[in-house]
């Protein structure tokens, strides 16, 4: 059911950025008011990240930790559910103020003040839909703490744990940590509207930057809750087709940790130039630059996984491919938003938006979309069609490259983001951009007809599915039964390695 | 640690687990209403 939401959301969201590309075709106004176009810009974050991906992980995370585990199910039933249902409710909320009088937020999903404030009756329709998913999301996280921590067949020690479950172990306390952040943020936000407060308010004595602060403590762990679960498919996929065993496992998941644990520590690189003392800038510029060394031991690790091995290329392993490339070149160009002084020039160009693509789009949904590959077999008891698994990877590939690599250089030259007009200096390249979004668009159908084809027959897959994958879920029949693990089974450091 | 033995009817488990999610669940109100406490002046 998450995994359903989260397509139907991803295609919602995706529909708003074609809005977006559509208007920015060519310099002028074509299509949308300015108003609609920014509403377009914030709804289509809120949508990608709290409805698409965010979901899919939780998703993945509720099918797989338990088989993986060895556990019969996920440890507190009644919490997923609520957590699920909660999220259509909210998203209702949130899609139902595009219908409304003064047209949805259109402040940005970063909902800085005092720009926020000026939502029209979206406003508080937007603070509840907010405070809902972040409850949705800290049930879940709850449950997946809990089916790990008390759950674990005999045997399955914390260290032989696949490291899909460790990232997600280490992103569910970093979800308990920091939405509650957001949540109060929000909070003081309603409060500063509708009773009289001056938390964020200058003219009552309270700070507007103070909202930037509290919201990048909470945004950037956010970035680290999208991405680690999708290192956590990573690591699964590439011993798999790699046949080799995950190289260093324990710098894996220390790797892991380390990450979730800086990422506490770099929120004001998001904010270098609200006018920081310049000792802020300089610790919040090296702690970003720490952040690249676990991350470094992981590509580094994911590489010598593959050095020597008998690979293969399916589908899902094209995709983890791509992820490990073009996520490295989200990373440095991160890393270049780093520099304290680089960033003076690029601070709220398309550079960033260039970045926080390849690592949210080529990063977590090409992670995403390796791991529904690699389990689909295993989900439905059919094999997916690998020619258009393919054929998929390849359009989806080349398509987001085409739509994002010439954002970089449209932010190096100055176009700012969020508006939906530009100079006509920059009209080639958005025109190239906005042909890779088309075509990006339109190849995720062939994915949902992928997925359709696969649900509804095929080739029987076996319970092993891929010949190299080790761990609990290929023990199983496929697909696997209502209850996976009512007799735990015995778990042995051989079963989960070559 | 790890279970020797499940069932759906094991109520110290389910214990455990409820116990688990109720500590989680307070450390995350805690934080919220802690952190909009610590922000009025």
Redesign the interface.
């Known amino acids: 059911m998450y995994l359903v939401f989260s397509l139907i959301m991803f295609f919602i969201g995706g529909s708003m950025a074609m809005i977006i590309r559509a208007e920015l075709f060519q310099p002028g106004l074509q299509f949308v008011d300015p108003q609609f176009y920014n509403s377009m810009v914030t709804v289509h974050a809120l949508v990608m990240i709290f409805g698409a991906v965010m979901p899919a992980g939780v998703g993945l995370a509720n099918w797989m930790i338990p088989i993986m585990i060895g556990?019969?199910d996920m440890?507190?039933p009644r919490?997923n559910n609520m957590s699920f249902w909660i999220m259509p409710f909210a998203f209702a909320l949130l899609l139902s103020t595009l219908f409304m009088d003064g047209g949805g937020p259109a402040g940005g999903w970063t909902m800085y003040p005092p720009l926020v404030l000026q939502t029209g009756k979206a406003f508080p329709f937007l603070i509840f839909a907010v405070h809902f998913l972040g409850i949705s999301s800290?049930m879940g996280?709850?449950?997946i703490?809990?089916t790990v921590?008390?759950?674990?067949?005999?045997?399955?020690?914390l260290m032989r744990m696949p490291l899909f479950v460790w990232t997600w172990v280490i992103t569910a306390f970093l979800l308990?940590?920091s939405?509650?952040?957001l949540?109060?943020a929000v909070?003081?936000l309603l409060t500063d509207k509708y009773f009289g407060t001056s938390?964020f308010s200058a003219a009552g004595?309270g700070d507007p930057v103070?909202f930037q602060h509290?919201f990048w403590f909470f945004g950037h762990p956010e970035v680290y809750i999208l991405a680690l679960p999708a290192f956590g498919i990573i690591s699964q996929i590439i011993p798999t087709f790699a046949r080799k065993p995950l190289f260093g496992y324990a710098s894996m998941v220390y790797a892991t940790a380390s990450i979730a644990i800086l990422s506490f520590f770099v929120w004001a690189h998001h904010m270098f130039t609200v006018g920081l003392p310049i000792n802020g800038e300089l610790f919040f510029m090296y702690a970003t630059m720490l952040i690249a060394v676990p991350t470094g031991v992981k590509v580094f690790n994911w590489i010598a996984t593959m050095w020597k091995g008998a690979m293969t290329f399916e589908a899902p392993m094209l995709f983890a491919l791509a992820f490990v490339v073009l996520f490295t070149i989200g990373g440095f160009s991160g890393l270049m938003l780093g520099i304290t002084p680089v960033d003076f020039q690029y601070h709220d160009t398309y550079f960033v938006v260039a970045h926080f693509h390849y690592v949210l789009l080529t990063g977590a949904i090409f992670a995403l979309m390796a791991s529904a590959y690699y389990w689909l077999p295993k989900w439905t008891g059919n094999m997916y069609d690998e020619k258009l698994g393919k054929i998929h990877f390849w359009a989806s590939a080349i398509s987001a490259n085409v739509l994002f690599f010439p954002q970089h250089f449209l932010g190096l030259a100055g176009m700012p983001r969020r508006i939906p007009d530009y100079s006509v200096q920059f009209a080639d390249f958005n025109m190239i951009s906005s042909l890779g979004g088309f075509a990006y668009g339109i190849s995720q159908l062939l994915f949902v007809y992928i997925v359709v084809k696969c649900v509804l027959g095929g080739k029987k897959a076996t319970g092993q599915v891929w010949d190299g994958a080790r761990g609990l879920e290929w023990t199983l029949s496929s697909p696997p039964p209502y209850?996976s693990?009512?007799?735990?089974p015995k778990v042995t450091k051989a079963l989960m390695e070559y | 640690m790890s279970k020797k033995k499940f069932d759906d009817s094991d109520s110290e488990l389910k214990k455990r687990n409820q116990r688990l999610a109720i500590l989680l669940g307070f450390i995350a109100i805690s934080f919220y209403v802690g952190f909009i406490l610590s922000n009025i002046k």
């Not at chain 1, 921590?149 to 020690?157: C, D, E, L, Q, S």
């Not at chain 1, 693990?485 to 735990?488: A, L, R, T, V």
């Open positions: 556990a019969p440890a507190l919490m800290i996280a709850i449950n703490i809990a921590f008390n759950m674990r067949a005999p045997g399955m020690t308990i940590a939405l509650p952040v949540a109060g909070t003081m938390f004595g103070l509290i209850h693990f009512s007799k735990p």
